[in-house]
């Protein structure tokens, strides 16, 4: 029915405008009737009338009355651009079916403008002087392609709109930007001069005393008088209700700004409505704050997700002046409780409403995001922005945020916005960053934490600084001369392990929900990632180091297995540069900007000689991440040192895992193979040879000798040790020319011999084992003539 009397309407509003405000009237009083009904269906038809008759309001909506066209390199292009008043009819509506136009005739005044871009030349002089008088035309044109593109021309006198026309800026416009002319997106012609102008729309084209009487502005009345947006979010509020009245709530959002108090005439013509003032209905704060007041109070969790999701649709088209006390309410909601508990739950999934809906690959430029596929600009004021990420932030560092499903994606959202390089976001990083030094000290001197809370605050830590641009970081890590981070940071890792050794805290219960994942405390990993991240500050600049009183702390606190591995996987990570430390405690390879070295060269030395290679590592109980971590730091700074060979030594028969003890014992012997290679005078494996301290022979007899005791003496790692020391002795004969057993033993020795030597001097060279019968090999040959068989 109302399809039909849509159609009656437009053929009368052809004759008679007025008649189109009574239709309006007619379709709003019968729109309020589905809306009131008893009926759902009733009422969700009438809500799906409110979204026709704002679409019908729009395409009604009159063009603006004038454009102001500024920033053209062509300067005599900028003014103002009246609508075509031979477009206007009796009543002083714009004519049905017509192509709207705008014009600005150059005054013989008017020379170089101010708004033109740059410094104006002789030759553009000369040529604005020469357009004085000229008729300059904002219009739309059909092409060929059916497509409509805008012009700013010079329209030929005998015959505009055609190729004659001068085009000096043209917009090649998107189906949405074809009613009137878009205000930016304008390229210049071949006749025009960089750069291409911006619009601005300027009032309405109506009667005068008109101008708060459109069919908009209609609309607008009724539903702020009849309270609509009270009936949505009322009593009997409902989740499809809720759903498709995006539509109106968008719509009174942006009657905020649409008037320009600035173009109404004073004239004293009669007006239908006189009495309207600029943006007086539209959408106001306590609409907005009525919803979140119903998503809190709210016990189902399909309505509370349906606002959500309006209040996330409709905030890009928020001014400031109601998004942010909306968002502030939101972030006061955090501290508020009631019976029901606080409303952390409610808080983060607003948030999580908006990290989805964000769209985080569209282009951005400062204030405007450009979602991909619609073509259309989002403006978001910076300061509502701020006050989304501080709400962000907020969930992000709450005790609980661990628990949320969504907290990944309020971390990306988070990420996407720190990053960015504006005021903005500076100013919020810095902020952040305090509050996380903050949260961290007190955690340094609190003998009771909340351990989950604590590490997590420490993983922002380095969120926050992984944001700042890498020239940046080390002014930020530097307090007054001192390194207040990097230092604050190790002695927060003190202060844990000093909690761990006392056992004076454990992780707080928390209670399972249906909306939540409960973190688990897992002290190996909590430690791992505070290492990594200390790591990572400390590698942020040259200057930054750890010293041995500091690192002697650590290396006695950390005396557990687990622990040990830790530190020992730290200290070989800080040890070299290059190496960015992930999270899990593992290490990535070199990186286009590496981390520095952690340490002076003596701290690396003294960590070598003095922790990794002290009795006291307790190799017994360690595993392959300690041993991988004392290799890395024995390639680079402990091969050739005696300390090593002891250390190798006690590795290989004290080393509770077997394949452990196995590849310190090839490191072992390739230790004194690289004797041989420097000394090739001497032999490392013969009782003739001083180049160290101790021989080899020296040294594996005296371990026997240990064995020997300890086994006489009960003790159990005895005989495993007896099985080293038999298994290191075997590969030393093997590797050693003149005893060893093997078959590349026994070829090389027999290679030094000279060629006049007799079959027996051969045999001679050849170990006992590999003379028997069953060491030889059959060896066959075979003869075969390759001549042709027809020769």
Known sequence: TSFKLQCIYERLALSNPHVTFEFFSFWRSLIWKYLTSQSLPLKLFGWEQVGDIIDACRDNAPPPKAFIVSGAGCSFINGRYEFDPSKVDKYGFVQPNVEISYEMIIPFSKGPSAESTGECTDGEAAEATSKQG??????????????KWWFLSEADE?????????????????????????????ATCRAGVDPPPTLRAVGAMVPPGEEYNTLEHQLAKWAIENGVIELVLGDSIHREIVARSTCLINFLAGMCNKDDENEVPRSGEPSMQTEMIPNQYCLKTSHLLLAWKTCMNKADAAVSAEIYQLLVNILPSLSEFLAVPLIKEIHNSLCQSSEKGDHFYEV???????????????ETNGNITTSSGTGKKIRMNAEVREEILNLQWAVLTHEDALTLKSYESIKKYVAHEIRRQEPMTDRQRDIFLSQCQELVSKNSVTEVVDEVHAIHMVQLT???????????IEAMIMTENEWRLPTLLLSELIAYLNRREN????????????TSLVPEFNHILALKKRMAILRYVYGLSPTAIIGTAELDHLWSLCSRPSDREAIMSFLATASQSGMRPLVGGQVNGP?????????????????FENLFCSISVGWESLGDIAYDSFRSVYENIGKGKTCSLDALWRICLTAGIDSIALHAMNDLLAAYDSVVSNNPAGNAWSNS??????????????????????LLEGDATSERSAERCIRILK?????????????????ERMASLPPTSSLQDYLSRVPHGLRGQFSCKSVFIMVKDLRSQSN
């Open 348 to 362: 983060s999934e607003f948030c999580y409403a908006i990290a989805t809906s964000n769209n985080l690959d569209g």
């Open 158 to 186: 005998d015959q505009p709109g055609t190729d004659k026309d001068i085009d000096y800026y043209q917009h090649k416009s998107r189906q949405h930007e074809e009613k009137q002319p878009p205000v930016s997106g304008w």
């Open 462 to 472: 380095r969120f926050i600084l992984e944001a700042y641009p890498r020239d940046e």
């Open 134 to 147: 000229k008729k300059i035309t904002l219009f739309r044109c059909t092409m060929r392609s059916q497509q």
């Open 503 to 514: 056992a004076q805290t454990l992780p707080p219960a928390r209670k399972p929900s249906s």
């Open 731 to 747: 590969a030393a004969i093997d590797r050693c020319s003149s005893l060893g057993g093997s078959a590349s033993a026994a070829a």
């Open 689 to 710: 040879h001083r180049a160290v301290e101790e021989t080899f022979s020296k040294r594996i007899f005296n371990e026997i000798l240990a064995v020997n005791k300890g």
């Open 591 to 607: 990186t286009d900007d590496p981390l520095f070295v952690a340490f002076e060269k003596d701290t690396c030395r003294y960590i």
